[in-house]
């Protein structure tokens, strides 16, 4: 599976961007889940959202809960991370995942991930 993360760029504080990650399989099966993750410098990589290909079930980072809004089009095989209300703490390189069968527990886990996409860099200027 490959994964083209994109969407990213420089918006103000308080600004809107939607992040795209397309993948290149036809179609992702049911179990697939499909996260969200974000690394600034010098900080560890965190989770911000995932989504259940089948089921559509959503988890969130605390940090954007309220705020991101994950969701799939499986006509395009894509999934998109809707955020609003950016923050300067925002700023980070955003990466999709995605890995078979990864229970609610441990979505927020990167490890749990088989596939990523190459990142898409995310600015919010205060």
């Known amino acids: 599976v490959q994964l083209q993360a994109s969407g990213g760029g420089l918006v103000q504080a308080g600004g809107s961007l939607r992040l795209s990650c397309a993948a290149s399989?036809?179609?992702?099966?049911?179990?697939?889940?499909i996260g969200w993750f974000r690394q600034a410098p010098g900080k560890e990589r965190e989770f911000v959202a995932a989504?259940?290909?089948?089921?559509?079930?959503?988890r969130y980072g605390d940090s954007v809960k309220g705020r991101f809004t994950i969701s799939r089009d499986n006509t395009k095989n894509t999934v998109y991370l809707q955020m609003n209300s950016l923050k300067p703490e925002d700023t980070a390189v955003y990466y999709c995942?995605?890995?078979?069968?990864?229970?609610?527990?441990?979505?927020?886990?990167?490890?749990?991930?088989?596939?990523w996409g190459q990142g898409t860099q995310v600015t919010v200027s205060s």
């Open positions: 399989e036809p179609t992702f099966s049911s179990s697939y889940v």
């Open positions: 989504i259940k290909w089948g089921s559509r079930h959503t």
């Open positions: 995942a995605a890995g078979r069968s990864i229970i609610t527990s441990a979505q927020t886990m990167g490890a749990q991930y088989n596939y």
